[in-house]
């Protein structure tokens, strides 16, 4: 095992604005509340070198939406770290300057925020742009999600050509010859509530073959499937009197929170919370109907599949925060590695996870593909 070491760090305070026009009307959350007095610079989901001290940082779409983003100006800056630790730097950032994307020539064959202006600056309610590549020719490169598109902008941030829709997957070219294939990351989350079997089984129906359930303990040792220990966000356990005393504070891997946490639970206990969307911005009329499944219902739902369709459906199960649930007693490796077992699942090409000790490996005798 290798031992990464860290050399510095730099830090970009939250209210970091760039010149332009005000932003984030509407927006009220985290302490901060809209609207900001120019273009707010974090947020940021690629970065590229620029030079051997500065980097490209190319924000996302802006407040989470498309219904809150439209004042969000689409940009990629040039930020200079000052890494405390090298350099003899304070850990200070230095915003340089940016690249404004837009689309002058009317290559979007679709009406955007800012239609009938000269510039045509684009904003987060036309595109949700999330990765970049700069091109040795000087052109750049972005994928984005709503379309989902690929965009091609010159150095300037120009669009030149009209977004480039994403292309079937069966023609896609793979480093194996292979169709990629196709993750249900906590089930289908955008319209069902996450980690629920509900959403599970609604992304196999649209052609997930692998769903990636995130699990936790409940005080009696069950794994269960939730984003995290801190089930406050995600199940409705905040409206239930008889649970109110067992709101607490705890300390999870150097994060200190306060809130309901599932090895406070037993899994009957569990059972009669119903799962909630955490996200605002997505649907909400799911809220109180589903419970919070088991790893071994996950499992039962994948088998009920294959019997049903004779297709076989994998999972990529991820162990969250186990460095906290070895403190509290309650580790997750042991469980996980039992279940598959029990269940006969342990084909490679079926079950992933990235393990966090050792022994997994000898428990299952090398019949599971890590990553």
Not at 55 to 66: C, H, L, T, V
């Amino acid at each position: 095992m290798s031992t990464v070491t860290l050399k510095g760090f730099a830090t970009l305070p939250a209210d970091t604005f760039a010149p332009g026009p005000v932003s984030g009307v509407g927006i009220s959350a985290n302490g901060r509340t809209g609207p900001f007095p120019g273009q707010p610079v974090q947020g940021f989901s690629g970065v590229q070198f620029a030079d051997q001290n500065t980097f490209w940082f190319m924000p996302d779409n802006g407040y989470g939406a498309k219904t809150n983003s439209s004042d969000f100006l689409l940009r990629i800056y040039r930020v200079d770290p000052n890494f405390r630790g090298t350099e003899a730097g304070d850990g200070s950032v230095n915003v340089l300057n940016f690249i404004q994307l837009a689309d002058p020539d009317r290559k979007a064959s679709f009406q955007i925020v800012n239609e009938n202006t000269t510039e045509r600056l684009l904003t987060g309610a036309d595109f949700d742009i999330e990765s970049f590549n700069l091109a040795n020719d000087g052109t750049i490169w972005i994928g984005e999600e709503f379309g989902p598109y690929l965009l091609h902008f010159d150095a300037t941030g120009k669009l030149l050509d009209a977004p480039i829709s994403t292309p079937n997957f069966a023609q896609l070219n793979t480093l194996n010859g292979k169709p990629p294939i196709v993750i249900g990351h906590r089930g289908a989350s955008g319209d069902r509530p996450e980690h629920t079997l509900a959403s599970y089984k609604l992304a196999i129906e649209r052609g997930a073959d692998f769903i990636e359930p995130d699990l936790v303990s409940t005080k009696d040792g069950i794994l269960i499937a939730r984003h995290e220990v801190n089930i406050t966000a995600t199940t409705d356990v905040a409206t239930r009197a008889e649970f109110a005393n067992r709101f607490t504070t705890k300390t999870v891997d150097g994060v200190t929170e306060s809130g309901w946490f599932a090895d406070d639970f037993t899994l009957a206990e569990i059972k009669t919370l119903r799962a909630i969307e955490r996200l605002s911005f997505r649907d909400q009329s799911y809220n109180g109907q589903f419970e919070v499944p088991t790893l071994q219902e996950i499992l039962d739902l994948v088998k009920e599949v294959e019997a049903n369709t004779g297709k076989k459906i994998g999972i990529y199960p991820e162990t969250k925060h186990p460095t906290y649930h070895d403190s509290v007693g309650l580790s997750l490796e042991q469980p996980l590695v039992d279940i598959l077992k029990r269940n006969d699942f342990t084909d490679q090409s079926r079950v992933s996870f990235n393990p966090l000790k050792l022994e997994i490996s000898k428990n299952l005798t090398n019949s599971l593909m890590y990553h």
